[in-house]
Every structure is written in C-alpha cells, then in structure tokens.
C-alpha cells in the first residue's frame, strides 16, 4: 500500500467506525447478537377472544392465535410480496384459472398427520361448505374444484378470474388457515369453539395449549415445525387487559413484552412513561365507521330473507343527512385522534390499493344536513332520535360517539350512547341484533375486495344489511379485472356508489400501533395482516 492510501485508510476509520457502530444500533443488532432459544412471550390483549374455531370466528383476537397455531399456504410481506407457507412454490395459469401448489414435504399437523395436498383440499373444501358458515365462504366463490395431484400437488381450478386470489389465500382476515383433518372430524364445532384440548390442531411453529376465559390463552412451541430452529420461544401466553391505562402501567412494569393493539389515542403517553418501548405502526389500511343500519328482518328473526327499511337509517335522507353532511370528520380526526389520522369518506381507507379520494362528496354542511332532515319529516315537532353503540375495546370509539353526539346535537338531533364489550358488539352486528349505528374500526383491507364479506348481500357478515344487488355485480366486477387500469376505474364507481347511497360510512383511517419491550426482538410489523411470532426471540 503507498502512504497516499494508507493516509486516506487512517482518516477514513473513524467515520467508517462510527457508521459501524450506527447501523447496528439502528437495526437492534449486534455481532455477538445471535437469537436466544426459550422463554415465554407475554402478550396483551385489549379484549377476549370470541371462540376459536378459526374458519369461523370474527375478530383479530382469534386470528392473532390462528396464524401461530395454524400454517397457510402463502403469507404477505409488508411490502406486498407473497412467500411460501406450507407452499415451496406455486404456478398459475396464463388465463388465471388454475393455481398449482406444490406443498412442503416436511410440514406436520401438531397430532402427526400429514399436511398434505388432500389436507389442502379437505380445509378449502369446508370453508366453501355453506354448512360451515365460514365468513370467508364468499371470497371461495370463484373456486369451481380443488384437485389432488399427488400428496405434495394441489390444483386450485377457478370458475373465472380473481385478481385477488393471493391476497385472500394470504390475509384476509386469518388467510387460509389448515387445521387437521383428522381433528375436524373427531370433535364438535363447539368443542373448538370452546378450546377442548385435542380440538385444535394445526401445522404452525405453536400448539395450542389451554384457553381459560377471562384469563389467559397458551401457546407452545411445536418441535417439528417445518422451519428448521423455528420458533424460538418456548411459549406464548395470552391474557386480556381490556383498560389501556393498566396495559400500560402493566407494561411499565415489565409484566407485558408486547401490546398486540394499541389505542392511538394513548400513544404519546406510552412515550413519556416508557420511552425505550418500541411503536410500530405503518400506513391508514383500516376503516374506521359510524355504520347505520339499512334493513331490518320483517319476521324480526336474524337474516330473514323478508327484510324492511331500518326505521330510521331505512331512509337514504336520513343517512345522507347523519353520515354525510352531519359529521364533522376533521373535529372526529382532530379531538379523537390528536390529529394522527386522516380524515376520510372513502370506504377502504388511503392506505388500501386501489383506494380513491371521495372526500369532496361530503362536506361538512349542518345547514344541509337540516334540510334534508326536514324533507324526510323530522324537526321541532317530530325531533329524530337514534343510539349510537360503541364496543370497549378502545376508548377512542367511545371518544368519537361523543363528538358525534355533540355534532347531532348541532342538527336538533338526539343520540344517545350505549356502549358494550366488543364480544357484545360482534354478536349484535353478526346475529343482526337491533341497533342503529355503531361505532367500530373494522378489518384492516389490503384491497377494496377485502370489503366484500361485510357488504356483499349474499354475506351473513353484512352489517348495514343493505340488499342492494348492484353491490355483488360491482364486486364480481372489480374482482375479475386483471388489468389494473381498468380494475382502479371499477373501484373509483364503486367508492362513489357507496358514499351516494351511505352503505359504508366511513370517518377516517384508523392509525394501527403495536407496542413492543425492547428486549423483544425479531419481530415483523404486518399492521393486523400478519402477527406472527416463529422468529421472536428475548434478549433477557
């Protein structure tokens, strides 16, 4: 070496040493850093699970244990990419109507059993079955068979195309989700309702254990999980924490590695009182609602198919009235949120593919609002009263019931608050109990098409229980697009249909946080897509 580049090699390590130094405190690793085997994740959750039968159940409490203790074909990236669950690799046709599988051959059902091509077969199979009541049925509806090639071959043969087909396969709600066969048809559906041991069998890094209601959920590591050393952790125990000011004092104190959702609200002092927790949290993909209630069951029994106009939300000028110009969105975003979302009219939020800014259809006009309450027949004499029901699971929905309160107050109008715990909310709006708006965020979509199980007419998970049959024709619509152009045009109509008719009233995104230890490591933030926990590790 001459003694010009040996100069020029002695100024440079300094900064080359300190540029060392910073990426490893920026990625949270060091060289000696190697992940640990063992110890139990404790994880947080603001509410109780509903019952675990996972191709059933609603509500990210179930699917954050679905995807742990289940294995899927294919999963998502954060960035959109597909990669292979059970699946090594996959093929599909040039017309998209024939997806061949090629599975894993090392991938196990907790109880022994092969997850292999006819166990692929047998899961899709039930949650096409109408008699499983499965509330991903609809997005199987393009699914014309399921074909056995060999033991580690699955054919997937579609009726027509579905641009989404991965999307859904990898995260839609849980995604597909396998469960063994074998356990499926030893025990009862209450019997993994309930969490009977020996119920639920999956293939994913975690047996389930015990759930015991109002205490805890356990997880443990399944020794031959098909990812070699995978997971790492010894356990994952689950228990609900429904007040974010004790999860949080909880946290402080160590108790808590990892708060699986975070009320938005409460994150600046989660902060200030632990200041080395690690925030997560990443684009608006959530839509958060005040849902009104379109139709009502004539014979009053839950899914009637003789359906009446709701007395109240029944009227498009009442919804228009309420949802469109009688919510001041900007004050909700503002008071509720501190700011940390957006304001937003569109049904899937400005997060979504494919989403479209409809904002300008519905300004904030209380003087409008008057107007066309007046037209459908209320006013001083005939005041209009409605409740507005919000579930407990974070207090921001009680927060926006409130304003929304205080902003029908401005149109003469009455609302009154109820609020119940979010197992009470779900059996209301799935069993199509009676209320007339509701205050929830809903899944977070990776697509507009993730919508369609809560608005197609043909969905039991249909809330406003609209029975509008142009909604199914738009979906089919969008859905069978393959050219993305064309495809982004459709979902422009659709998310102006919806704001015209107030099927969907949105109020903005909801900003999504998880909230780690910082000895909690190897951990990907997949928003709610994905919690997945095979490559966690504690630095303790």
């Known amino acids: 070496m001459n003694r010009r580049r040996f100069l020029l090699v002695l100024t440079a390590l300094p900064v080359l040493t300190a540029l060392v130094v910073s990426l490893a405190l920026v990625s949270g690793t060091a060289l000696a850093q190697t992940p640990k085997r063992g110890g139990t994740l404790r994880v947080s959750y603001g509410n109780e699970i509903a019952h675990l039968d996972f191709h ?73 079955d109408p008699a499983t009541k499965s509330g991903m049925r609809p997005f199987y509806e393009p699914v014309h068979s399921v074909e056995v090639l060999d033991p580690q071959t699955v054919q997937v043969r579609l009726k027509h195309p579905y641009a989404f087909f991965l999307h859904m396969l990898a995260a839609y709600r849980t995604g597909l989700i396998f469960l063994s066969p074998a356990s499926i048809q030893k025990f009862a559906v209450d019997d993994r309702k309930q969490g009977k041991p020996g119920a639920i069998i999956g293939c994913g890094p975690f047996k389930f254990v015990e759930w015991v209601k109002g205490s805890h959920l356990l997880m443990e590591r399944f020794d031959k999980y098909f990812e070699p050393g995978l997971p790492y952790l010894d356990k994952v125990i ?23 959702s975070f009320s938005p609200e409460h994150v600046d002092t989660l902060k200030a009182q632990s200041p080395r927790a690690v925030i997560m949290t990443g684009k608006e993909t959530t839509p958060m609602k005040a849902a009104m209630k379109v139709t009502v069951p004539k014979d009053g029994k839950p899914m009637s198919k003789e359906r009446a106009p709701h007395p109240i939300f029944g009227d498009l000028r009442v919804r228009k009235a309420v949802g469109c110009y009688g919510i001041d969105r900007q004050e909700i975003v503002k008071i509720a949120f501190k700011g940390k979302a957006t304001a937003w009219v569109g049904m899937n939020p400005p997060g979504t593919l494919d989403t479209v800014d409809v904002n300008p259809m519905c300004p904030y006009d209380p003087a409008k609002a008057k107007a066309m309450l007046a037209e459908a027949g209320y006013g001083p004499a005939k005041p209009l009263t409605f409740e507005i029901m919000a579930d407990t699971e974070k207090s921001v929905f009680n927060i926006i019931a409130t304003v929304v309160k205080e902003q029908m107050g401005r149109l003469g109008v009455t609302a009154n608050i109820r ?102 490591k190897g951990y990907t933030c997949n928003a709610e897509f994905e919690v997945h926990y095979h490559r966690v590790w504690l630095d303790k």
């Open 238 to 260: 689950v228990r609900v924490i429904k007040d974010p000011v004790t999860e949080m004092a909880a946290f402080r104190a160590g108790e808590v590695d990892f708060i699986a």
């Open 56 to 128: 059933t159940a609603p509500g990210y409490e179930m699917m954050w244990v679905a995807m742990n203790v289940g294995c899927g074909l294919v999963n998502i990236t954060p960035d959109g990419k597909f990669v292979g669950d059970a699946a090594d690799s996959w093929q599909t046709s040039p017309d998209g109507l024939l997806y061949t599988f090629k599975l894993r051959k090392n991938v196990l059902f907790h109880d022994g059993t092969a997850m292999d091509a006819a166990a692929v077969k047998f899961n899709i199979d039930r949650m096409r």
């Open 419 to 520: 609020l119940v715990d979010k197992v009470s909310w779900m059996n209301t709006s799935l069993q199509d109990g009676p209320w007339d708006m509701y205050v929830e965020d809903l899944l977070s979509l990776l697509t507009l098409d993730s919508n369609a199980y809560l608005s197609n007419t043909t969905s039991s998970w249909s809330h406003e229980r609209h029975n509008d049959k142009r909604v199914d024709e738009f979906y089919a619509r969008y859905a069978r697009e393959i050219d993305p152009v064309k495809r982004k045009a459709i979902a422009k109509e659709i998310q102006e249909f919806f704001v015209e008719n107030m099927y969907w009233n949105n109020i903005s995104g909801s900003p999504f946080y998880m909230v780690a230890q910082p000895w909690m």
